[in-house]
């Protein structure tokens, strides 16, 4: 097992080694490209978001700038929306369903360090996966714990601490976050103005 592998594993490792350090070093790279890119340059960044991503649905929007640690971990459905200042460290696999939106300022982080001073300052940290189902609202400022799975079709709150898994088809919000109520079909607009 390479060291991207064990990284990848949930199991605690050395996070400093030169196989990481360049597939951090070529994550940094594609997102300061992507960061710089003009608007008018939509070919140019669904070419860098492919090949950062490990995988990506045929219709989605990505607002710059955006961040990622190494970028092929991170595995999105289709129609996705992905709102400014966005960071997603994907030291652990990062799947985020169809459907999903992401509001600006979210971190979405699968790493931790550990907490002896002395072994996190050697490099040793540990990854965990982060699922996001379909449907799925993150609110503006929402950062996502290591090990968070969130269900189908539930909305967290802004400015909300993710740090327990949630389960589809709830309202959640707060810090630590915590699900506040079912959503419903009352909860559909029901004053909808088309144009």
Same mark, same amino acid.
């Given at each position: 097992?390479?060291?991207?592998?064990?990284?990848?594993?949930?199991?605690?490792?050395?996070?400093?080694?030169?196989? @990481? *350090? +360049?597939?951090?070093?070529?994550?940094? !790279?594609?997102?300061?490209?992507?960061?710089? !890119?003009?608007?008018?340059?939509? =070919?140019?960044?669904?070419?860098?978001?492919?090949? !950062?991503?490990?995988? @990506? $649905?045929?219709?989605?929007?990505? =607002? +710059?700038?955006?961040?990622?640690?190494?970028?092929?971990?991170?595995? /999105? $459905?289709?129609?996705?929306?992905?709102?400014? =200042?966005?960071? @997603?460290?994907?030291?652990?696999?990062?799947?985020?369903?169809? =459907?999903?939106?992401?509001?600006?300022?979210?971190? /979405?982080?699968?790493? +931790?360090?550990? !907490?002896?001073?002395?072994?996190?300052?050697?490099?040793?940290?540990?990854?965990?996966?982060?699922? @996001?189902?379909?449907?799925?609202?993150?609110? *503006? $400022?929402? +950062?996502?714990?290591?090990?968070?799975?969130?269900?189908?079709?539930?909305?967290?709150? *802004? $400015?909300?601490?993710?740090?327990?898994?949630?389960?589809?088809?709830?309202?959640?919000?707060?810090?630590?976050?915590?699900?506040?109520?079912?959503?419903?079909?009352?909860?559909?607009?029901?004053?909808?103005?088309l144009f």
């Open positions: 097992m390479d060291s991207l592998e064990l990284m990848s594993s949930g199991r605690w490792h050395d996070g400093f080694t030169p196989e @990481i *350090a +360049t597939a951090l070093h070529r994550a940094a !790279l594609l997102c300061h490209e992507l960061n710089q !890119l003009p608007p008018s340059a939509d =070919n140019r960044r669904d070419e860098i978001i492919r090949a !950062l991503f490990g995988s @990506i $649905g045929g219709r989605y929007h990505l =607002n +710059t700038p955006f961040r990622c640690d190494i970028g092929h971990n991170i595995h /999105i $459905g289709d129609r996705f929306l992905c709102n400014f =200042n966005v960071a @997603i460290l994907d030291e652990a696999p990062v799947t985020i369903g169809d =459907n999903v939106f992401i509001g600006p300022n979210t971190t /979405i982080c699968t790493v +931790t360090h550990s !907490l002896d001073a002395e072994q996190r300052n050697a490099g040793i940290m540990r990854a965990q996966p982060i699922t @996001i189902g379909n449907n799925v609202w993150l609110g *503006a $400022g929402v +950062t996502v714990m290591p090990g968070v799975s969130i269900g189908d079709g539930t909305v967290v709150g *802004a $400015g909300s601490l993710v740090t327990h898994s949630l389960p589809s088809g709830v309202l959640a919000y707060g810090s630590p976050c915590r699900i506040i109520r079912a959503i419903t079909a009352a909860d559909k607009v029901s004053d909808l103005a």
